[in-house]
């Protein structure tokens, strides 16, 4: 009775330690942290311009490509002589004034590319919340323009960043949705990354992603983008968002992994 008892305590308690461990291998810690930012309809646009800095240079990761000239456009300083972004986006697309621009911008990326470039940027207000979105939008207004961002612009039912991070919000993206192709359509994933016949070039094609990479390879490349580099797709490293670890909760985090892992 007793040695049953004892094997059934040990099973437990193995079980658990081996939970315990993958549950550590799984986002929330190791990505970068999207910086919590409390803004209502009352913040300034100096408020805004000072949080919109601090996503542009961190938690958005745009400086991977924008200042480089080579993959995206300058956008803090002079691009081809038309000055920095904010002195030249509201003359990119008639009709759409600079505000208008830079959202679609980061909501629609390929509605207008910049001649010179390729559509590789992601769709950004699937990784960032919306007072995050439009404090990056009064940052870039601010270089070169006018910022005419105020609180009014964030959408009233956006909630808040919550504390320590998760852009998206406790639901995670997709409202929370642990279906694998929601997930990978919700995340962005099909801006870059091919599965069957859905998705684009930018990065490696995912069809058979399993036969190459391991589980745990692949949640290695999700939390740390930079920690490899498929060979062909150098020109575009650094592209891929840091933020999935946050953006995503565990469930939807692990969902995707196994989804890939069984590409074969």
């Not at 406790?170 to 359509?185: I, K, W, Y």
Request: charged share 15%; hydrophobic share 35%; glycine share 14%.
């Amino acid at each position: 009775m007793w040695g049953t008892n004892l094997r059934i305590v040990l099973v437990v308690l193995g079980t658990l330690a081996l939970y315990t461990l993958i549950a550590n291998k799984i986002p929330q810690v190791q990505s970068e942290v999207p910086q919590t930012l409390t803004l209502g309809p009352n913040v300034t646009t100096e408020q805004l311009v000072a949080a919109g800095e601090k996503v542009y240079n961190g938690a958005g990761g745009c400086t991977t490509c924008h200042g480089l000239g080579t993959r995206a456009p300058n956008l803090l300083t002079d691009e081809k002589g038309q000055g920095p972004i904010g002195a030249r986006c509201g003359r990119r697309e008639p009709g759409k004034t600079c505000k208008q621009y830079l959202f679609e911008s980061l909501d629609n990326p390929t509605a207008y590319v910049v001649a010179g470039y390729q559509p590789i940027m992601p769709v950004m207000t699937r990784q960032l919340p919306p007072e995050q979105i439009w404090a990056v939008i009064a940052f870039l207004e601010s270089q070169g323009g006018t910022e005419d961002v105020t609180g009014a612009d964030i959408p009233a039912s956006a909630p808040p960043s919550p504390p320590g991070g998760g852009g998206t919000g406790a639901g995670g993206v997709a409202g929370g949705s642990t279906d694998p192709m929601t997930l990978f359509r919700a995340a962005g994933c099909v801006g870059c990354h091919k599965i069957g016949a859905e998705g684009g070039n930018v990065g490696p094609d995912l069809s058979h992603v399993g036969a190459r990479r391991s589980a745990e390879s692949i949640r290695t490349k999700i939390l740390d983008p930079a920690s490899s580099t498929a060979r062909g797709f150098e020109r575009f490293a650094g592209i891929m968002p840091k933020t999935f670890g946050t953006t995503l909760t565990a469930a939807q985090f692990e969902a995707l992994v196994r989804f890939l892992a069984a590409h074969k």
